[in-house]
């Protein structure tokens, strides 16, 4: 809910000189292209997070499963459910939203009042865009401001939408003009402006057009909204030991290997280059950004248990981070 109560701790609250920069924002928004691992990313920061002493809040904003998969299964609904020591998980629900808020600030009490306004809300949202966005992104702005949770980590909707998202409370209370729509989307632009507050962290992995989207984003958010844009996550790199062999070992080692070897090596140089090219591109065109990057998960054995593969990934976002 649009809680009017502190959420109560199971462990103390981490001091913010225990903290690396990215996890004293209170607001993280961790987007996107499809398949690129945003989901199990934003669940291994809110692990990480919560491990760190925050209670975190994780929302995942297109409730197509991906949270509640990573979390060892179990239904998530639009109330927080606590599923570990300081986590609480929940998705997004634009209704739910909605009825909330109406009960919070118009003061409408019961739900046979609310279903003929969620009616009419309809017909508006359709019309006036960036009304469905607010329900979804202000939810999560008032549960920073209420300081219900010490950071809100959030699975968010793939590139092509996180724009509008953030930029809806600003263009929808310029529009308002005046009134209580006005003040309402005041206060959301002041949290997701602050750099000390709000960040977008995108998730890239060295391919082309992957990487080509991902200077986009960054190009879009910065020009068309206030929001910060101050770290990405490369995934699915390559690990050191391939990335020290240059070319002229790598050939003299292929003479030597076996032939199931020295294809696998062959591989792995093909990826490395892709990759360097891929880091060099984004370093190039989008500047000012802290890399975070992170191995294949996919690089370990299919035969381990999934919970010790994301151990494994969440050990390497902390030593990165």
């Known amino acids: 809910m649009?809680?009017?109560?502190?959420?109560?701790?199971?462990?103390?609250?981490?001091?913010?000189a225990d903290l690396t920069?990215?996890?004293r924002h209170r607001l993280v928004f961790v987007t996107g292209k499809g398949g690129v691992g945003k989901s199990t990313i934003a669940v291994a920061l809110a692990r990480l997070a919560a491990r760190r002493g925050l209670r975190t809040l994780l929302c995942e904003m297109d409730a197509k499963g991906s949270v509640a998969a990573r979390m060892g299964g179990g239904m998530l609904t639009f109330e927080p459910r606590l599923v570990e020591s300081n986590l609480w998980a929940m998705v997004m629900d634009t209704e739910q939203s909605l009825r909330e808020y109406l009960r919070l600030f118009v003061k409408v009490p019961l739900i046979t009042k609310i279903t003929?306004?969620?009616?009419?809300?309809?017909f508006v949202?359709?019309?006036?865009?960036?009304?469905?966005?607010?329900?979804?992104?202000?939810?999560?702005?008032?549960?920073?401001?209420?300081e219900n949770y010490d950071i809100?980590?959030?699975?968010?909707?793939?590139?092509?939408?996180i724009v509008s998202q953030i930029a809806a409370p600003r263009i929808v209370g310029q529009l308002a003009g005046v009134g209580m729509l006005r003040d309402q989307t005041e206060w959301m632009?002041?949290?997701?402006?602050?750099?000390?507050?709000?960040?977008?962290?995108p998730v890239v992995v060295p391919e082309e057009l992957v990487v080509s989207e991902t200077i986009d984003l960054v190009r879009s958010i910065r020009s068309q909204t206030k929001t910060s844009v101050s770290w990405m996550i490369l995934?699915?790199?390559?690990?050191?030991?391939?990335?020290?062999?240059?070319?002229?070992?790598g050939s003299a080692l292929e003479g030597v290997l076996a032939p199931e070897a020295s294809e696998s090596l062959r591989r792995a140089t093909a990826a490395r280059r892709l990759q360097q090219v891929a880091i060099a591109e984004l370093r190039d065109n989008v500047r000012d950004l802290g890399f975070i990057v992170l191995p294949e998960v996919g690089g370990w054995s299919d035969e381990q248990p999934r919970g010790d593969v994301d151990e494994a990934l969440l050990q390497r976002l902390d030593e990165e981070l």
């Not at 809100?152 to 939408?161: L, Q, S």
């Open 235 to 249: 995934n699915r790199s390559e690990e050191p030991l391939v990335m020290s062999i240059d070319e002229s070992t």
């Open 189 to 201: 632009a002041k949290i997701l402006e602050d750099e000390s507050t709000c960040t977008v962290v």
């Open 152 to 161: 809100v980590i959030v699975d968010a909707e793939a590139t092509g939408h």
């Open 116 to 122: 003929p306004i969620a009616a009419v809300f309809d």
């Open 125 to 146: 949202a359709d019309a006036a865009p960036g009304v469905k966005e607010i329900l979804g992104v202000g939810k999560l702005c008032y549960e920073v401001r209420q």
């Open 2 to 16: 649009w809680r009017l109560a502190r959420v109560g701790s199971t462990g103390a609250s981490a001091s913010a």
């Open 21 to 23: 920069p990215l996890l």
